[in-house]
T-cell receptor, first 110, second 113 residues
Framework: DQQVKQNSPSLSVQEGRISILNCDYT??????FLWYKKYPAEGPTFLISISSIKDKNEDGRFTVFLNKSAKHLSLHIVPSQPGDSAVYFC?????????FGAGTTVTVRA | KAGVTQTPRYLIKTRGQQVTLSCSPISGHRSVSWYQQTPGQGLQFLFE???????NKGNFPGRFSGRQFSNSRSEMNVSTLELGDSALYLC????????????FGPGTRLTVL
């Protein structure tokens, strides 16, 4: 049962523009939400997180928004840079385990 | 601080064999989790340990097992390997005892022939 869903498998964006990645979840017990960036054959790299009691968290170019009523999470990257090209995973925690979405491949065009 | 380390980085085994993977968490982290990544199933949770106790387990057969030592280092074992066990196995550690951010190691790439 996929409790965390990323419905867009890919996203292409021009350098300098905003990248918006979306994530939906079904389990209302999730207490913490995270975004990871991953390159092939490497472990995921933590980007940013948000507690379920907040609706926004910002860290440099990365901002995560949480809409609990809609069970929706999004990651904004502004401005997008070529080094941001990677697979981005949305994840959520409950009961000591992380549930991951399927990932969105972001390609930043020069 | 040094990051999460995993050994070995690459492993080739044949069907029916068993394998043990090792993970050393970030210093001070007491929670260690294991994940399997495959192209078809994505990132799947295997199990989580805290203070040598398994607190949660994913939906994997009993051939997959793990343990944690008193120094928080962890091992996972897969017995009677099957072709479908070929995957990237990731270990993650967390500084908190109640979820939150997990930091991942580089993974062990297991190939079963």
């Amino acid at each position: 049962d996929q409790q965390v869903k990323q419905n867009s498998p890919s996203l292409s964006v021009q350098e300098g523009r905003i990248s918006i990645l979306n994530c939906d979840y079904t389990n209302s017990m999730f207490d913490y939400f995270l975004w990871y960036k991953k390159y092939p054959a490497e472990g995921p790299t933590f980007l940013i997180s948000i507690s379920s009691i907040k609706d926004k968290n910002e860290d440099g170019r990365f901002t995560v928004f949480l809409n609990k009523s809609a069970k929706h999470l999004s990651l904004h990257i502004v401005p997008s840079q070529p080094g941001d090209s990677a697979v981005y995973f949305c994840a959520a925690t409950y009961d000591y385990k992380l549930s991951f979405g399927a990932g969105t491949t972001v390609t930043v065009r020069a | 601080k040094a990051g999460v380390t995993q050994t070995p980085r690459y492993l080739i085994k044949t069907r029916g064999q068993q394998v043990t993977l090792s993970c050393s968490p970030i210093s001070g982290h007491r929670s260690v989790s294991w994940y399997q990544q495959t192209p078809g199933q994505g990132l799947q949770f295997l199990f989580e340990y805290f203070s040598e106790t398994q607190r949660n387990k994913g939906n994997f057969p009993g051939r997959f097992s793990g343990r944690q030592f008193s120094n928080s280092r962890s091992e996972m074992n897969v017995s009677t390997l099957e072709l479908g066990d070929s995957a990237l196995y990731l270990c993650a550690s967390s500084p908190r005892d109640s979820g939150g951010t997990q930091y991942f190691g580089p993974g062990t790439r297991l190939t079963v022939l």
